[in-house]
Each structure stands twice: as C-alpha cells, then as structure tokens.
C-alpha cells in the first residue's frame, strides 16, 4: 500500500501581537540532542463530515489563527537555532516577523488503518510528518503539517527540533493549542492560559557545577569525526537509517486489567524466586518490560545475541531543587541497559528478569 499525497499549500503562521526578539542559550539537557532526529508526532482526528470545503474554510483557518495566538506564548518555536562563529555552543533565537512552516495536504490513504490496530506499513506515516528544515548555518524550531483524509477525519504532524524541547515541552506546546482553538471556536475572548500551559524560560533554573556542558560537547565532537565530516558547528541533523517497507507499525492494547494481571503476575514471581526482593512495579515498569520481552521472544534468534534498552527519563521533579514542571525545553536523561544478552528474556523467567532490571534503572 501506497499512500497518495498531494500538498495543497505551505505557508508561514507567525505569532500575534509579538514585536520583541528572544535569545536562549542550550543546556547540556539540550545538547545531548542538538544533531539527533527530530521529535515527530501524527495526531489523528476522526471527522466524517471533513469535506474539503469544511476543511478549507473551518479547519485550516480554525487551526492556523489558533497557532499564531498560542506561538506568541511560545515565541522560542517560531525562531531557529544558530550558531555564531565566537560562541561554545548553538543558541535559539526568536526575532520579530519570524514564523513556522505550515504545509497543508490532503491524502488518499486508508484513515481506519492507519488510525487501527492492524498492521501497515511504517512507511505510510512518513508522508504525514512535514520535513524540518536545518542547514550548516540554521535549523528551524518546529514545523507543522495538517493533511485531509476525505470524509474520514484529519490529522496534525508535528516536527521538533530536539535541541529546542523534549516530549514534556512539546505536549504542553499541543494543549496550549488545543485549548486556544477550543475558546476560538466558543468565541471566548481575553481568556488567559492555564498556569501550568505557560512555559517558564529561566535558564538559571538548571545547574551544572560540573561543568556537564563541556563534557557533552567533547563527547560530540569525538563523535562526528567519527560518523561525519566532524564540523561540529553544522546544525544539520545526523541521518538516521532507512527503514525498509517490511517494517511494520501496530497497536497492541494492554487495558487497566492487563496491566493488574501482569503485575500481580510479578509480585507472585519475585516471591517465589530463590532472590525475592520488592520491585518498584509502575504502570510504565510493568508495560516497558512486558514489552521488551515480548520484542526479544518474537524475533528469536540466537539466544547469545546482544540485547539492550533505553528510555528517557524526565528530571524536572527529581533535580534538587526541582525545575518547574512547565519548564521550556528539554530536561531528559536517558537510562540505559546495555551488555544483555537474548537468553536472559528467553527463559521462564525473561518477563520478571526485565521488570528487575528496569525496575532497577528507573
């Protein structure tokens, strides 16, 4: 299956009611990411009545005017990352009558598969995702795509620069806009944002006595000699690998139940095994081990194989002091288990043996 997509327009949504530039210096929690793939996301939207006239002249102008009132509270994300030839470091910079990308499209693929829980294509998402501009000498903030399934629904792609913000930033960004369209469509004026939807920009809220921040950039530049031309300064992002049309993307669900019988499931295997001890079993520890030793099983092999894994962690709460939870841009650390091997998840006892480990690194 083939997606068909034909872009109907791309234009620039600038941010109201903004005259004022704005100059943020990157963190090391920003660094990590500043050449790695941006922070992409399809949000789907069901809509029977999505005629293209509705389309043209409801939902565009609806979500258009709704992201230039939200990006003046945003105006970071209108900007780009630049990098002058005397600093250390990438800087983010928003002056006035800077804008994002915003395309508008209409595709002729299947909304129910994709929307379903059967399996398709990963490739099929590709299309629904705008392309983020960066370049030796820039790269753009965020960039947005809204593309029309015909009298099926509609949905919104999101890509972000990593550098700019992680997922916590970027899920308060969408309910900033999601709450600025739904008063535009009740027609409530003068309605300010939700406390916690206002992004705090205080870059003194993060320390770094150990100077982490040179650490990250060595690292980086020991890096791209390796994997690139080794320009350090290039703000153009790391290709990332193709994937191949046979990979496949599907939706499992695991309910309020599943997630109960897996975790009484643990608490009764770690009593009975011969080194019991008490697991921290959070609906994140039980789901991420449950599906990494469902991953390792399905796709067998040699059971000598190296395994590994990863996942983010958010330290705004766990940072002394803690950083306010609407903190703007990124404050991740990611946790890693590496040197595994397949024949740990293997056996009877894989699942428990994962929720150890990831009980242990959380």
Known sequence: MVSSLNVIDVSRVNPSN???????????????????HPVERVIFYRLADATRPFFDSVIVPNLKSSLSSSLSHYLPLAG????????????????????????IAESKADFSLLT????????????LVPELRTSDESASAVSFQVTLFPNQGFCVGVAAHHAVLDGKT?????????????????????????????????????????????????????????????NVKS????????????????????????IQTLRARLKRESSASSS???????????TFSYALTCLIRARGGDPKRPIGYVFSVDCRSLL???????????????????????????????????????????
């Not at 780009?80 to 395309?103: A, R």
């Not at 019991?276 to 039980?286: D, G, Q, W, Y």
């Open 116 to 127: 379903g829980n059967k399996p398709f294509p990963t490739a099929e998402f590709y299309p």
């Open 276 to 286: 019991p001890k008490e697991l921290r079993l959070s609906t994140f520890v039980v």
């Open 170 to 230: 970027a899920t308060m960004f969408l309910k900033s806009w999601a709450y600025t369209c739904r008063l535009q469509q009740e027609q409530t004026v003068n309605a300010s944002l939700p406390h916690d939807l206002i992004p705090i920009y205080d870059r003194t809220v993060v320390k770094d006595p150990n100077d982490i921040e040179t650490e990250v950039m060595n690292q980086w530049k020991s890096k791209l000699k390796i994997i690139s031309d080794g």
């Open 18 to 36: 903004s005259s004022e530039s704005l100059t943020l210096p990157l963190t090391f929690f920003d660094l990590i990411w500043y050449k790695l």
């Open 80 to 103: 780009k990352l630049v990098w002058d030839s005397l600093d250390k470091k990438p800087t983010l910079v928003y002056s006035p009558n800077d804008g994002v990308s915003f395309t």
């Open 235 to 258: 703000l153009k992002i790391l290709p990332t690998p193709e994937i191949t049309p046979d990979v496949v993307r599907f939706t499992l669900d695991l309910t309020r139940e599943d």
């Open 320 to 362: 002394d002091p803690p950083i306010p939870s609407n903190y703007f841009g990124n404050c991740l650390s990611p946790s890693f288990g590496i040197k595994l091997t397949a024949e740990t998840f293997m056996g009877e006892e894989g699942f428990l043996s994962a929720a150890r480990m990831v009980s242990d690194s959380v």
